[in-house]
């Protein structure tokens, strides 16, 4: 069965970095998009950034482009999510989801989530 | 960047009792959107996508419809078990974006 599962979160202080991993299993990880989306305390759901399957597009929300940074190794079947810079305003849950871009559904697959809190 | 605008944000509904929330971009997404659930503490679930196509496993209460600037998300005899958290989702670009969330509260 597919299973998406986040780690790497914790706490760090403002304008520090982190990486965030997800272990994709249970399907071919090296032919689907994959995202992140996160999720503050209590707010709803913002998407974060979208990397295509074999890795060569990016695209990134506003409010992270220039910090943040998604990657993935096909061979791993891991997804990346480095920040840099963080701010008291990236407090939030991070997924990671699946996206089956050749039927174009939206996102199909969430994981868990991971709680980053930014604090001093 | 395409915005998302939901409502209400607050719904109060009974047991058996039909839902509509409605979902606006600020320009056309043709029928690139989706619609999730979240229960507290879970992750999303996928309900709908490409505006009225049912997600595999989802109940046939709910449906979808709309193209272009407005979408509506029906729940037909409301359940139990759909008390949560409903977010649209454009896809038309590369840089997705959600609505605010519409809460469905027991009345």
């Known amino acids: 069965q597919v299973q998406l599962v986040e780690s790497g979160g914790g706490v760090v202080q403002p304008g520090r970095s982190l990486r965030l991993s997800c272990a994709a299993s249970g399907f071919t990880f090296s032919i689907y998009a994959m995202h992140w989306v996160r999720q503050a305390p209590g707010k709803g759901l913002e998407w974060v950034a979208l990397i295509s399957y074999d890795g060569t597009n990016k695209f990134y929300a506003d409010s992270v482009r220039g910090r943040f940074t998604i990657s993935r190794d096909n061979f791993k079947n891991t997804l990346y999510l480095q920040m840099s810079s963080l701010r008291v305003e990236d407090t939030a849950v991070y997924y990671c989801?699946?996206?089956?871009?050749?039927?174009?559904?939206?996102?199909?697959?969430w994981g868990q989530g991971t709680l980053v809190t930014v604090s001093s | 960047d395409i915005q998302m605008t939901q409502s209400p944000s607050t719904l109060s509904a009974s047991v058996g009792d039909r839902v509509t929330i409605t979902c606006r971009a600020s320009?056309?997404?043709?029928?690139?959107l989706a619609w999730y659930q979240q229960r507290p503490g879970k992750a999303p679930k996928l309900l709908i996508y490409?505006?009225?196509s049912l997600e595999s496993g989802v109940p046939s209460r709910f449906s979808g419809s709309g193209s272009g600037t407005e979408f509506t998300l029906t729940i037909s005899s409301l359940q139990s078990d759909d008390f949560a958290t409903y977010y649209c989702?454009?896809?038309?670009?590369?840089?997705?974006?959600f609505g605010q969330g519409t809460k469905v509260e027991i009345k």
């Open positions: 989702q454009q896809y038309n670009s590369y840089y997705w974006t």
């Open positions: 490409k505006a009225s």
């Open positions: 320009q056309s997404i043709s029928s690139w």
């Open positions: 989801a699946r996206w089956d871009s050749s039927s174009l559904k939206g996102i199909d697959y």
